[in-house]
């Protein structure tokens, strides 16, 4: 019988740190393989425009009128006949 608590969970913990670039590797080919699967793909950029759209609304809630970005722009006037 196997449960999950703070032993097994700091157990895991040390495994990843002192394996970190197999345990990497192992993720790497692990999102690879995924990837390939149209309809996880799917889901998976699904999940993050729903995340990126949360962001952008908090952003929005913190600062409404947020300062415009770049160099302003000149103002064309007319010319003098």
Do not use: F
Request: proline share 5%.
């Amino acid at each position: 019988m196997s449960s999950y608590n703070e032993k097994t969970k700091n157990a895991i913990y040390k495994h990843r740190e002192n394996n970190r670039e197999k345990y990497n590797e192992a993720h790497r080919v692990y999102y690879n393989k995924k990837k390939e699967d149209d309809e996880w793909r799917c889901k998976y950029n699904e999940k993050c425009r729903e995340a990126n759209r949360r962001y952008r609304e908090k952003k929005q809630l913190e600062n409404p009128n947020p300062r415009k970005r770049g160099r302003p722009r000149k103002i064309q006037e007319e010319p003098i006949i």
